[in-house]
Structure formats: C-alpha cells, structure tokens
C-alpha cells in the first residue's frame, strides 16, 4: 500500500475490504512520505519494518526485486494517496510490473490519464480503480438490467452526489485537507471528488456516455480554491438527455448519492444510503422493491456475500472490489482465462472517461455553460 | 365555471374543491363552446339551463348585469378552459367586475400576462391563480420556515416535476390532447403545463427567482409538436444556484413534483406524492420528518381541516385556495381588511413570474442554453 | 345529522364527506342536545332555523312527516353523537324509514347491536357504519386481492392503531372528553375508539374473523376510567394466528393504523399515514408499491377521483362511504337493484361484528387473558 | 473455530466478522465432525492441517496444551456449531481457560445456561455470546438514549422478527436443516432461531425484561417438528406492555427484526433491514430520523468505523463484537481494567435470560397461553 497512513480515511477502508473476503495480505508498505509517520502506521497495520518505506519509489524497486527473484514481493499494490501523487507511483509500479489497485480519480489530468492507459496497455499489469459503488451488488443488477434491456432505449439520466462536510467554511483540516489544494487534488475539486463518482455510476450503470456538456462549477465557500458545487446538463448520442449535480456544500446532506435511469420501457432508481434497495418501475406500472437478498442476476448474486435482510454496506461494495481483482490477477498469474468478473471491474478506461467528463465540464465553464463535446 | 364540461378533468376537481369547504354555490357556467355538450354538462353540474351558457362572452354579460342590478349574479368565475382561452375569459370578465379563480398558466404569452396584470390592476376584480400546491399546509410551512430564517441563506435549489403519462406516443387522446397543440396550450408544452408549476413551487417557498437561466427544451416523442422534457440550470442573485427539470416521459413517474432547498444552515425537502410530509435536516444534524399535523406554523394550521395523522391530499389543497379566495372576496365585498391568507394566495403576480420563466427558457433553449437573464 | 355541533371533530368530517361529491344537501338538524348551541350550530351549517331541532326525537317524527307526506322530509340521517345516544337515534329513524349513516361503534353493548341489526332487517331503511377507512381504494384493492386469491391461504394478520393524543394525562378535555366516561363512550375506551377499527380493518380485508381471542386491556393513565390500551392473540377457524393491538398513549403516534396480512402466496400491507400506497410482495420475490392511480381492480377504480400521483386522503375515504350510501339509496328509493357498491360499505354486520370482538376481548381480560370463542 | 465448516451460513460470518478489524488470526479449527470435510474445511479457512481438529475435545485439550505451555494455543474459540453441541464444547474449552465466542442460542435448555454461567464464573475465560444486533451502532445508541431518560419512562415495548425462509415446506434442507430437529436444535425452532433475537434486543434497548408472559406457538407447516410462528404479550414490573411476534412463515419478510420502544417522553424505532436509521419521536412532536453517522453517543460512536452516509450492515455490527472481545481479552490477558465496552457485549446473563424466555414461552404455551411469570 501506497499512502493511507494514520489519521486518512480511505486508507483504512481499502485495508478493511482486502481483508474481508481474506484473498490479501498486507505485507508491504509507504503509508507515509514522513518517515516517522511511515514506520508508525506501519506498525499499526501490522507491516514488519523491513518492509516499510518512506519513500515509494523504494518501494517499487525493492518490491519488484523481490518479486523478479521469486522472493515473494508483493503481486499488487493499492494506491491511496492525495490525486497528485497517483500517476508517479502508478508509473513506477507499472515498470515493476506489479498490479495496482488505485483510487479514484485516476490522476489529474486528461493527458495523464491517456498516458497512464498507453503505459498500462504495454505493461503486465492489471489495473482497478476503486470506483466504490460499482461493487454494490445492486449497481451490478442494474447494470445488467440496462444491459438486458430491462429498461429500453435510455431517455433520461438524472444523477447526484451531495454531502455537506464542506458546507461549514471551517470544514477542510486535517488529513483531508489536501483536497482543497489544486496542487495535490488537481483542477478539480467537489467535480473531482465525488462528481466524478456520479457521473461513473451512471455511465456504468447505462453504459453510455453523453456525447455534449453544459456545465457550471462555483465555489460557495470564500477562501476555497477549488470548486465546492457543480451542475451540468448533458445530451447523449442517442437523443437522451440528462442533468447531473454535486455537492459539498449541500447542507444536510451525508453521502447521497443516488442515481435515477428512465428509458422507454422503465425507470430504475438507486439511492447510495441505503444501497440494498433497487426500485424498477415499468411505464405506468406499479414500482418494484427489488432487495439485494432477492436480486437475481449473476452480477448481483456474485457480489453479496449473506443473506436476503441482512444488509451489506460501503465497506461490503469496497471489498467486492477487492475480491474481483483477486479473482483477476490469480487467474492472470496462472495464465488461466480471467473470470466474469472483468466485465464489472472498472479500470483506466473508466479512469480515462472520468478525466474527459472533468476536463469538459471546465471548458464548459470556462466557456459560461457553453455545450461542449465530451 | 367557464370550461370543464363532461370528461374534462380539472374542471371536476375546482368542482370538488369549491364544495369542500361549502363557501361556493355553483350556479352559472358556459361549460363548453358546444351548446349541447355546455347544457348536458350543466345539468350534471346542478346548473339551472337558465343559467347555462353555451358562449363565454353571453354568460359574462349576462352575470354581470345580475350582478350589478343586485339580481344575484356570480360573485366569482372558475376558469378551466384550455389555456389560450385564458386571456379572453379574464378580460371579459374583469370588464363585469366579477372575481376571477383562474387555472395555470395565466395565459400564452408574457406580454399578455403583463396585460392582464395591469387591466387587473385597474378593475375591482380579486385574482386567484390555481398553482394547486401552493394549498398544501406543508408547502406553506416551508415558506414559513424559509420567511423565518430557518435555513439561513439560500445557497441551492433542486426542483423536478416528473411525469409518465406523455411517455408513450399514444398517450394524449381526448380530453387531454389540447395539451400538445400549440394553437391552444401556447408555445410551451411540457414547460408550461407543469414545468410552470416546479418553478412556481420553488418561488414560493423560497421567496427569490433566479436572476439567469440556462435552459434545454427537448421533444423525445415523434410527431409531438411541443416539449415533453425541459431542463435549466439557475443562477440567483445572492448566488445560489440550482436546476430545475420537468418531464412528461419520465417513465415510471406519476406526479413527483418535488423541492429541495438548501440554506447556509438547513435543508428543506418536500415531495407533492406524499403531502403529508416535510424533511427539515440541519446542517451537520438529524433529519427532522415533520408531519401535516405537527407543523406549528400559523401558515400550515391555517391550510388544514383534520388531526395529525388523518392525511389530506391534493384535493384539499385546492379546496384550500378556493376557502382562501372566499375569505378574500368576502372581506373585499364588505370592504373590510383582508385576512392574512393573501399573502398566501397566488395571483397575478406569480402569473407573470411564471410566464417570464416561460419566455426565458425559450429564449435560452434557442440559444443554444446560453445563459438568459430572467 | 343528529350531534355534531360547534367543536365536534367527526361531526364537520362528516359534512365535508358529504359535501365532497355533491350528492347531499344538508338541510336538518339535530346538532347539539343544547338549544342553543344546536341553533348556533345549525346556523353555522346552513340549515334553516325552522329545521333545526333541539331534540333529535322531535326531528326523527317531523322530518319523518315531511318525508311520508311528499313534502322534502330527509332521505337519510347522519348520526355523530357520542355513542351511548347511537342505539335511541337510531331506533327512532329506523321507525320512520328513513336511511342512516352512523359513526362508529355502533352502539354500546352487542346485545343492543344485535338488537339494531334486527329491527333494521325489519324496516325499509338502509343503513351504513362510517368505519371510514374502508373507504380508501387501496383497503378496498386489497380487499379484492385477497379475495381474488392473490395471497393464497390466510396466515398471520398483523394489525394495530396506535395514536399518542390519550398520552398524557391533560389529553382528554373538551368536546373529546365522553370518550372516557363509561356512560357515554360505553365499556370500551381505546378499545372502542380505535381498536374497533383496526379489527374491522383486518376483518374486512381478509373476509375472516378470529375464532378465538385471548386479550389484556390496560389503563396507563391514573384517573383513566377506561382502558388506553388493548393487545389481543388471535386464532382463526382456518389455523392462522394474528395478533392486535390499540393504544393511544402509544407516544409520538399520530394515527398509526396498519395491517399487514400474510397468506401463503403473498403478503399485503396498507397504512392508513399513507393511504395511497400499499404494499404485495410475493414469498420469497421482490416487494410491489402498488399506488392507488395503479390500482386496477374495479373495486379500487371505483372508490377514487383524480389521476395517479394526485394523492387522496381521510376525507376522500369518507367521502367515498357517503357516495356509495347514496347511489344504494338511489338505487333503493327508484327500486332498482343495487349498486355493487353494496359489497363494500360496511353495515350492521359490521356493526354487530365490531360489538363481538369488543364483548370477548373484555371477557377475556376478566378470565385473565384466557382463550375466549368469538 | 469449533464448527462452520463448508456451507455453514453462520460459520462464514463470523470469519469476516473476525477479519474485519485485524484484530483476530484463526490458526485452528474443528470446523466439521466429519473429518474429511474438517480437513476440507480448514485448508479453505487457511488453517494448517496440524492444527484442523476433527473432534473438537482434542483441538480442546490440544489447544490448552499449547497455551498453558506458551506454545502459541488459541486466546479464544468461536462455537458455531448447531445449538445441542454449545454446552459440551463450551465446557470443554472452560476448562482449559480459552476464551469464548458462542453463536446464539446459548444452549438448548434453561437448566444447561445456568450451569454454564456456573462454571464460566468460576473459569478464568471471557464469555461472548453473538447476538449480532447488539453490534449495531443505533442498536447501542439506543440503549443508551433509554438508559439517559430520554423516552422517559418504559411504556410500551412492540418487538418483532418476521422471516420467510420457513414459509414454503420445502425450505429446510442442506446445512440449515438441523433447525428442525428438535435433537440439534433443542425444543424450540423459531422461537429460539429468531426469537430469542427479538427478545434480547428488546432487553438490550430498554434494560427491562418482561416479569409475566403469555404465549402461543404454532406450527404452520405440515410435517414440521418444531414451532415456526410464536406470538406473546407481555408485562413489566413497572405495568409497561408489549407484544412480541415471531415467525419463519412470515410470506415476503427477509430479515425483519424491528423494535419499538414508547416511554412516557417519546417513542424509539429500529428496523434492522435498514441498520443505517433510528427514529426518535417525542411526544406529540417531530420524528427525528437519525442516522448512524450523526448519532453522538460514545456507544454509537465506539462502534462505528467510517464516516456519515456510507452504510455499514451486518457484518460490520458482527465484527464489532469481535473487536469488542479482542479488546476485553487483551485487557483480561494484561491484567487490565477492562474498556468500557464490556457493558455493550452480551454474555452468559444474556444467555441465560433468552433460555428464560424460551422456558417461559413453552409453559404458557403449554398452558393455553395462561399468563407465567418468568
């Protein structure tokens, strides 16, 4: 693991969820650029010292010693730092040959991106983003819903992703701080946080992209360098449309993120907070509670892991993740053809659409709301 | 009652409505242009065929002269006729003095609104607008709250209106199909029969209208001559923001208009399905889930008639403007002050607020959704 | 109408329920046992002084001339007094033929019920019990469902009213306060005022009633006369088992009427907070939110007014009894054959049914709860 | 672990429950009596053959050995084999000073819980009994909001647990099927499958257990040996009230565990399918919708582990009873005060109150449902 040292949130997540299904061990690790703090949250997540680095570009290069050598270095490695730093370390893994499990967003640019993607597709590597919603057993039915034309032909996305941590002006210390810096979190900020996660969903779970943005960033917060609100109208290839939004400053809000798809045959709805719970509703028929426990689908099926009632979590979604992605490199170290769950596993490509969703929302802006290709 | 003959649907709900609270004797109306559809229907109606009118214009000068001779001609006139007919029925009615409850949208056009707000003006006549969820006690405790402070400043609005009935081509037959010809609806389909009502729903709990509007309209059924879909993106003065989408192909949706509204310091939601309710979630806090029955505002216990847990539902919110119109009319006839209910009563002035947001986003969507100054 | 003078609650229900569709005119009255209070009252309610009566006994024998002479006597009564006054009015306006409309319960006692129930079968009136909640579509939907077999083979029924105004010891003052006066309310509190309805409820929905009762009543409240709270263990002929409980100290309840009914096939639930919804969801399959504009049994699309989406409420239901009553006594007065409404407004079946279940659940509770046959 | 081999539902939960806070290596096992399913078993869990048990009096005696000889024996055993193999397992591991984490029920009869709760008190091991929804951070937010005043005091208790797995008679085969086998299960199968879930939450929450009960079981499916519906009332010490139902007939339920709680100051409501939620209604106001993320007790606080709006689920309240046991055996071992969660975790009076329960049921029901005190 690459970052996710003492005090940061998603670092402690991506451990919890690759320890859930018990197919990694952590043995490896940079949690921190400040040596001190490395060696302490090491210790912490249990890491033996000699394999602890301050620096993960040592990291890297031991590791992939280690692993040349049949020295048992590790096979894949999560990348969790601020956005900044995702391309440099992904680069230096990807020349080691390591697989990488990197959160989101991929880096923070465009051009980095598609060069990551060019990098990735000449390296050995296998490569997942941790869009975390894409684990819920449920965004997986819905994916194969739309896919199975459950819906018919897509007419209207509407998506939104609102929280309030940033609402107070006071809200940004601390280790989280850094996603009010352009230079560590990029162009973007609320857009790159969890806009792009919105828009993700709904790509993935539709599986189009729109074909034109208009959109308009703003920063309620005085003093905050990055944008805190975003809303954008969008028009996709086949005449659909659509109207994404997000937030940090929407008051009351925890994590709602929820997603609503109409097509010409039915409307499917998802709400975040609550993700055991998927309602399909045929045109002008009666809405249908589908529960997790009781979602047919092989995606569903495949990403749950107990019983009908027995609600599952972000943690359960995040560890999905996990459990794909071993599935992934064991069967590609074996040289064995990789399992289903490629299909729902989102990687550069998804890392690549996000960054040209963000890069046109800001020309959009740039531009007053102007439509702009995608 | 000048519209609303057999088979046309809001005529019978203003008929309900008017009865609820028995404050309306119903006893004139030209409630067709056909002569024999307007005496069956009168008949239905309980309206003595003396005072059946198979010409609008007949029936305002007769009931006028009733009137002014003292010989018992309507206080008030209900008009539910298509709406290009809006504007003619109004004047000829103010012409007489008569009080006028009219059905949204005031009419086709801006400037005729502003017409008829300033021949308004210049009459003895009162003016009621039906925008219907302004008669809910929740909506009118939202307004209360916002009046009040409750949320602080406006930062963002989210308003939606969302509708099936449109969504299959075959839909608008009947009664109904005036909906899409523009000779008779005005040029705004879905925009102006219910993309109207999210807007006004919107002004009125929040007191402010946008300053900007960048707007899409789209028609996703062929052969439709007018929008079924609408979205807009908002900008207001203090420079909160918003969007606002209204659809009648949403499919799956039955009549879910709903408000959410976020201050500096609050959340506001309230969704038209189940009236009954208000969220008010502070920032950082726990949802609040206020019911009909316990909202303590002098506005809400105003606006109802039953205890806590006893729903009421559209209907009543109707009746609501129609009590609050005769109150109105009662203290203007007796020349008394009017009670507290018309700063609750839409009128005019939300006649022309409302065709100016039709005229701008007509004006943004031929413009590519640039963004229009309202 | 016969009680229901200034304060009264049921009283203006019933005429806002009577007024809803336009099939009544008020024009005699009873409204309070004080002279003058029943003239203020009547005032209020515009009916003529002359037709106004300080007595209901002298009402029941001049309205009953006036009807047998041809002279515009009332069709029918509406009787809204405290219950112990039920059983005499009704005697009396059974005697003059005249159809009634009577709250609920229907008298004070099961032999008194069974009484009214046989000098009704002998007089030429019609009579109907305002249990009002049957007259909401979806009770009635479910009502057809189960009977149309949708559920399969009654199993459990689940049913309870728990309200919080009876709360706190200061609740009951007022125009309420007979409800716990054992000589008017008789020797059922809560369980009389609310725990009548929810039996009625589940009797009427599921067609079945308990063959056995083992119950408890309880009095929270010091210086309560009557129970506040009742729960009830029920067995049917057909081996299903319920239970059933009442309260109104149940705190923070407004008017929490729910049932839930399981056969082997299906489950069905209804709550009367949100009347325009009701829940099927298939053993072992994905739960269906049946809305009352999707509702597509006759028995449902009769009960109902406005489009799906445009929620009805409390005052609709009853209204929807008053409407029934009257086309039965259309039907009944032009000697036709009735309406097949007639199946679903509750009588002096219903009537004797509700007084059964009150009998054995206080003859249980004397044995200490044991089994008792219905 | 003692149990959970292949196919075992319980056994796999309480793996990830284990795995989830690193707090936890399982190095041994007794997974299954039959021994080549036992080697299976284990290679699966990662357990080295040396330490797979077939019989798990060996892996007992083998396991002290090397822990009394700071070999590296186990701290701690799960026990989650059907119920009659508690007592003897429990007993085995007593003796030898391992610690305990028992799966519900905590034996199979009334006289065997309190002989164990003998024998642990005077035993130097820690005794976890896994009544999963006590991990719950609303679960244990709620008990200490009762337990601070602030619903006042206990009126009302409704608890119930409604299931459909049981509901078609072919439901019951493959690994869950010893839980109609009264020889495996003990003498009661729902009530003391889900029940006894019910009743312990209901205890947890409200720190009251009832002082009589009147019960009845049932046995809805042919052929079945044990009860699959149980309905009971119930009285407090201090006159408070309640229902309790159970059932695994319950067509179309999951997992439907619910509480709800009315004191004389407000009303508490827990639904265990939506974990995430506690309602909190005072009387006569406003229902606060809390979520798991804004509840501000330490207890809620302590056993949550990421931030508002990101759900947590079942297993996440599993796994904080592991991590609660991890910390009160480190303490124990350390010679330590013991943290504070200590008062969360459920232990062998909890045990011994559910056979209480169960106890008391079966003589009721034994009785005709005769009031018996507990």
């Known amino acids: 693991m690459v970052g996710g040292g003492q005090g940061a949130f998603i670092g402690a997540v991506h451990r919890m969820a690759a320890r859930l299904d018990d197919r990694y061990e952590l043995v490896a690790g940079a949690l921190s650029g400040n040596a001190e703090r490395a060696a302490a949250s090491a210790a912490d997540a249990g890491i033996a ?21 049949g020295q048992g270095g590790i096979d894949a490695v999560s990348i969790v730092t601020p956005n900044h730093l995702h391309a440099p370390v992904v680069r230096a893994f990807l020349a080691e040959g390591i697989h990488i499990i990197c959160d989101k967003p991929l880096t923070v640019s465009l051009t980095e991106a598609l060069e990551l ?16 919603y894409t684990g819920y057993p449920l965004v997986r039915h819905a994916r194969s819903l739309v896919a199975d034309g459950a819906i018919g032909e897509l007419r209207l996305v509407q998506v939104e992703y609102s929280q309030d941590w940033w609402a107070d002006a006071s809200a940004l210390t601390g280790e989280g701080g850094w996603r009010e810096d352009p230079g560590m979190a990029g162009p973007a900020g609320t857009l790159g946080d969890v806009g792009i996660h919105a828009y993700q969903l709904a790509s993935y779970v539709t599986g189009a992209e729109p074909a034109e943005i208009a959109a308009e960033l703003h920063t309620f917060m005085p003093d905050r360098r990055l944008d805190d609100h975003v809303q954008v109208m969008m028009r996709y290839t086949n005449g659909a449309r659509g109207t994404l939004w997000a937030s940090q400053v929407a008051t009351g809000c925890e994590n709602a993120l929820s997603l609503r798809v109409y097509g010409s045959q039915a409307q499917l709805r998802f709400d975040q907070e609550n993700p055991n719970v998927l309602w399909l509703t045929p045109q002008g028929g009666v809405a249908q509670r589908i529960t997790r426990g009781r979602a047919d689908s092989a995606a569903a099926m495949h990403a749950t892991r107990i019983p009908a009632g027995h609600p599952e979590g972000y943690i359960e979604a995040f560890a999905q993740l996990y459990r794909d992605a071993a599935d992934q490199i064991q069967a590609h170290e074996a040289g064995v053809v990789a399992p289903p769950s490629a299909a729902y596993l989102p990687g550069l490509q998804a890392g690549v659409s996000g960054h040209r969703f963000i890069d046109t929302v800001i020309k959009s802006h740039r531009a007053n709301s102007a439509w702009v290709a995608v």
Chains 1, 2, 3, 4 share one sequence.
């Open 49 to 69: 010292p000699e394999r602890s680095y301050a620096d993960w570009r040592d990291m890297a290069k031991r590791e992939g010693d280690l692993r040349r050598n």
């Open 117 to 132: 993607r060019e990098l990735a597709r000449r390296s050995a590597s296998l490569f997942v983003l941790t869009h975390t």
